[in-house]
């Protein structure tokens, strides 16, 4: 039961930081968000840039 639910909140945050993640590019029109940086969305403010930071040093550790 535990794990299901901690599936679900990682699923929501990955979908969460995918649609912050597309909106900054649209706005700024790169990717390079400073780790501080926070957007806001439906649900409350996100921390974008420690989260972008997080993916990037995840994927380099899977590679």
Do not use: Q
């Amino acid at each position: 039961m535990v794990r299901r639910i901690r599936r679900f909140v990682c699923a929501a945050r990955l979908v969460r930081g995918l649609v912050a993640a597309s909106c900054y590019p649209a706005r700024e029109g790169d990717l390079n968000v400073p780790r501080k940086h926070t957007e806001t969305d439906w649900i409350g403010p996100f921390r974008l840039g420690s989260w972008i930071d997080c993916i990037r040093c995840t994927s380099r550790e899977l590679t």
